[in-house]
């Protein structure tokens, strides 16, 4: 080989290793380069998925659960949720605290013991029945035509309204005030859209429930059938218990003269032995002698009871139904060979009850229609608040009685006065049922010689009201009838529309869900 071509390729030897550390240095440029890119976008997708996280956009966003064709987010389940936690609280009212334990979470306190479901799980599982049945009746809704009406609409405006009120008070906008009661997620937008399915589903099914109509001839073809459904009766009960046999006895000891009262005890068979010797005496010697039986239930009575009994209206049941009363007492009152002063006892398990049959109605006498001005007292007990009110009270009657004195005007007064929700109908209660009201409005408007146009001031634990007869309305025991048969007709069609209140959930979404 020539020097020349020897110096040659030495000198392509050297720039080797020089071109490879150059394409090195552009390889690790160009990575880094890239791996740069990639690192920012991952940091700006774990921004955005912690933002939307924290923002409620998954609860708000995502699906949840599946009712029927409708997807409810995880929003819109906490709505549900809290309803029926809600409904639960109105049942059990201040007892509620004996079920649930309020410091606790509800996730972590058992309902069922022996599947471990939790109270969260409960109130999850009614919440998503409760918006199966919804939605079903809010889409039948649609498709019949029915819209929410202008006083339905005006009432959801309210209630936003409302929330809106609270939250400027702590400090917030409408939809951070509603995060915070319903959970991550929630905002005006849904709840307003949660509130427009409810009321519409609940308008609809009032407005089919009212729309069944029946004619005198059903009405009095049902009755015929079932009259025991609907007549009413009236008799005495004495109940025989173990405590009329649990005695008490004076023991002393004489060293300490230190004394004690110690209870007799009875076995069960001496017990149920002289229960029964009780009731069967009485019966049998107080048939077909009201008075006698008041005065056996006297003499039977406990020491402390007898103040009670002294009293001879104290053992009278009046006027009830076969539906109030235990099957076995009411089979045997409701008898359709029962007679006055027929008497007999019946045991159950812990007590015998000792009847006297006085009498029964068949209910065919006329309903009241009233019409009342209330002014409200929120306590009762406060004398100078109730003297307030019943100077009102005086003074809107006497304005009613230097006026034409008609069932128009007196209405007109209510529209003005009244602190009831019923002021809009002039005060109107129309074919008020024995016992719907409270004691001294109701023995008002049943009063026996109660008649049309006839006025006062009554006293309730509402407060005091100016009281109006309107006048007679159904039959007591055609209303009865016609009840019934707008019941179950109505249970039929809600079955049948509703559905079986069936759901299904996606874990992912049920994730965002506030328990």
Request: hydrophobic content about 35%.
């Amino acid at each position: 080989m020539s020097a020349s071509r020897e110096k040659n390729k030495r000198k392509e030897e050297a720039a080797a290793p020089a071109a490879a550390n150059e394409a090195k240095k552009g390889m690790s440029k160009g990575l880094k380069t890239t791996l740069i890119a990639v690192c920012a976008v991952l940091i700006v997708c774990i921004v955005v998925f912690f933002y939307m996280l924290t923002s409620g956009f998954f609860a708000s966003h995502t699906t949840a659960a599946t009712v029927g064709t409708h997807k409810l987010t995880p929003a819109m389940v906490n709505y549900f949720y809290k309803g029926a936690y809600g409904n639960m609280q109105n049942q059990y009212g201040d007892f509620m605290s004996y079920v649930i334990d309020s410091d606790t979470p509800l996730d972590e306190q058992v309902y069922d013991e022996e599947s471990g479901e939790t109270w969260a799980d409960y109130f999850t599982d009614q919440g998503l029945i409760n918006a199966s049945n919804a939605y079903a009746l809010y889409d039948a809704a649609k498709a019949d035509g029915h819209t929410l009406s202008e006083d339905e609409q005006a009432s959801i405006d309210s209630q936003i309204s409302s929330l809106a009120l609270y939250a400027s008070y702590y400090g917030t906008n409408t939809s951070g005030y509603i995060a915070g009661v319903y959970g991550t997620g929630c905002n005006e937008k849904n709840f307003r859209e949660y509130l427009e399915v409810v009321t519409l589903a609940d308008s609809y099914a009032t407005a089919t429930q009212n729309s069944f109509t029946y004619t005198d001839e059903q009405i009095a073809s049902e009755y015929a059938a079932n009259p025991n459904s609907y007549d009413a009766v009236t008799y005495r009960q004495f109940l025989v218990s173990d405590s009329l046999f649990q005695t008490s006895t004076d023991s002393s000891d004489e060293s300490t003269a230190d004394s004690s009262d110690t209870t007799e005890e009875l076995s069960e068979e001496e017990l149920t032995a002289l229960k029964e010797e009780m009731a069967s005496t009485m019966a049998a010697d107080t048939a077909h002698d009201e008075q006698a039986f008041i005065n056996a239930a006297y003499e039977n009575a406990q020491d402390s009871a007898k103040e009670s009994y002294a009293d001879e209206s104290y053992t009278l049941k009046e006027d009830q139904l076969y539906s109030s009363l235990s099957s076995d007492v009411a089979d045997w009152l409701f008898d359709a060979g029962r007679a006055e002063g027929d008497t007999t006892y019946i045991a159950t398990d812990s007590v015998y009850y000792v009847l006297y049959f006085v009498s029964r109605s068949t209910n065919d006498y006329q309903l009241p229609n009233v019409r009342h001005i209330l002014f409200s007292v929120s306590d009762t007990t406060d004398e100078t608040a109730m003297d307030e009110a019943r100077t009102k009270a005086e003074d809107v009657l006497t304005e009613y009685e230097a006026g034409d004195k008609t069932a128009e005007s007196f209405g007109e007064l209510a529209k003005e006065y009244t602190a009831d929700s019923n002021g809009d109908e002039g005060g109107l209660y129309e074919n008020i049922m024995p016992g719907q009201m409270v004691t001294e409005f109701n023995d008002w408007c049943f009063d026996a010689d109660r008649k049309p146009g006839d006025t006062g001031i009554i006293e309730t634990s509402y407060g005091v009201h100016v009281m109006y007869f309107d006048s007679f309305g159904k039959i007591y025991r055609d209303a009865l009838v016609e009840n019934a048969l707008r019941s179950a007709d109505y249970n039929a069609w809600y079955d049948a529309t509703a559905g079986d209140g069936s759901y299904t959930t996606s874990a992912f979404g049920m994730k965002y869900t506030t328990k």
